[in-house]
């Protein structure tokens, strides 16, 4: 059974956007290269929300990772994994391999999960993770905290959620700041 990790950065008010629906109040720092290469590392699939593969995708396609002091592995991971996209509206994808899902996104990565393999790395897509902590079948929650109020965004758990039992697994304090959560989901 594969598990399906949610990987996270997010205000100290619990936002992975601003209300302006902008990023630029984080910066990958060496410790943030070293989390997302260990996290791809253990990566089978890469799952998105419509918006959030469509942001990733003006970014990583044709990034020089050297050029902009990137890890290379991780833009090489990023753009090699097969990606899930879950859309109404999407059509095809130009960020390839790419597969796009219309229905449930919670019954699908269900099925996915049910299957052998590395992990299903879900990346931002608000949407997407609240069905996929509604349904239960979130593994483990890898949250990067920014020291941040950001006072309006888009919070990561969008819509009221029955009670999930974690458990913390490790933390890390980065040199600039930032809080790196692991939890894992405590079985019911």
């Known amino acids: 059974m594969r598990k399906v990790v949610l990987d996270s950065i997010l205000s100290l008010d619990g936002c992975y956007t601003d209300g302006k629906r902008e990023i630029d109040w984080f910066d990958f720092v060496d410790e943030d290269m070293t989390w997302s290469h260990d996290i791809l590392t253990r990566a089978g699939t890469l799952a998105f929300g419509r918006t959030t593969y469509e942001d990733f995708t003006q970014v990583f396609p044709k990034m020089d990772a050297a050029k902009v002091g990137f890890d290379p592995y991780i833009v090489e991971r990023l753009n090699t994994l097969p990606k899930v996209v879950f859309s109404k509206t999407l059509k095809d994808g130009s960020w390839n391999p790419v597969t796009i899902i219309h229905s449930d996104p919670a019954k699908e990565l269900a099925r996915m ?33 920014e020291p941040i109020i950001l006072g309006t965004g888009k919070p990561l758990f969008l819509e009221p959620q029955e009670r999930r039992k974690l458990r913390l ?3 890390w304090t980065f040199p600039s700041g930032v809080l790196g959560l692991h939890y894992e989901r405590v079985p019911t």
């Open 113 to 145: 999960k049910e299957g052998d393999g590395k992990d299903i790395l879900l990346l931002g897509s608000g949407s997407i993770v609240a069905a996929a902590v509604r349904a239960g079948i979130v593994d483990d929650y890898r949250l990067r905290v």
């Open 169 to 171: 697994v490790k933390s």
